[in-house]
């Protein structure tokens, strides 16, 4: 179990440019989450996919955000136009279907705007 | 109001205290309960697990639900430095864990 792992570690971007951030789950795992965590905050929910679909998604996803998991393996989370507002820890997690089943976490992205 | 409130803290007790973290919630349809350690820079990391009311103890840590009152705790007896972190409750609803701010823990050798 080699857990969760995110790529990159950490992100220094110019304000209006477009990033992306990888999470690969726990293999045997079939949901995946992402969370969005500002300093002295708990995370907060923006989206999860089960298998390959996006099942619900945050008011916080504005339509800048966009998440995908093709084939439901890893997934991608792209912010287009980002704005200094975004700069936040982005984490990613992954359990088993069912909603008794705990979450693992990643190490996260940590994404500064400048 | 938040869904689920926690004290940020800082908490800082002497080495081989027992800590008492705690954590409210408003939504009685929440169902699981989870404590998490976060070091600083790094993911949430699982710790305890419940969903009934009552106790549930691994090792040094105890974790504790009233739902009758809306409160979840976290004990950890015989502190160690090590626990220095910020601890976060979160409650499980639906198909998404809701989380406390997290109350940062300091433990002073």
């Known amino acids: 179990d080699t857990g969760v792992s995110q790529n990159p570690r950490h992100k220094i971007t110019k304000r209006g440019q477009n990033v992306t951030f990888r999470c690969d789950p726990i293999?045997?795992?079939?949901?995946l989450y992402w969370y969005r965590q500002t300093l002295g905050q708990g995370p907060e929910f923006l989206t999860y996919?089960?298998?390959?679909?996006?099942?619900?998604k945050s008011r916080l996803l504005s339509d800048r955000f966009s998440a995908e998991r093709p084939k439901g393996s890893f997934s991608t989370l792209e912010i287009q136009r980002t704005e200094q507002g975004d700069s936040a820890m982005y984490l990613c997690?992954?359990?088993?279907?069912?909603?008794?089943?705990?979450?693992?976490f990643g190490n996260g992205t940590r994404l500064t705007v400048t | 109001q938040k869904e689920v409130e926690q004290d940020p803290g800082p908490l800082s007790v002497p080495e081989g205290a027992i800590v008492s973290l705690n954590c409210t919630y408003s939504?009685?349809?929440?169902?699981?309960f989870m404590w998490y350690r976060q070091y600083s820079r790094k993911g949430p990391e699982l710790l305890m697990y419940?969903?009934?009311?009552g106790n549930k103890e691994d090792g040094r840590f105890t974790a504790q639900v009233d739902k009758s009152s809306k409160y979840i705790s976290l004990f950890i007896r015989d502190s160690q430095p090590s626990d220095s972190a910020t601890y976060l409750c979160?409650?499980?609803?639906?198909?998404?864990?809701?989380f406390g701010a997290g109350t940062i823990l300091r433990v002073k050798s």
């Open positions: 979160a409650i499980m609803y639906g198909n998404k864990l809701v």
């Open positions: 419940t969903y009934s009311s």
């Open positions: 997690a992954s359990s088993l279907a069912g909603s008794n089943s705990p979450l693992h």
């Open positions: 996919f089960q298998n390959e679909a996006q099942l619900e």
């Open positions: 939504n009685s349809a929440f169902q699981y």
């Open positions: 293999s045997e795992h079939n949901r």
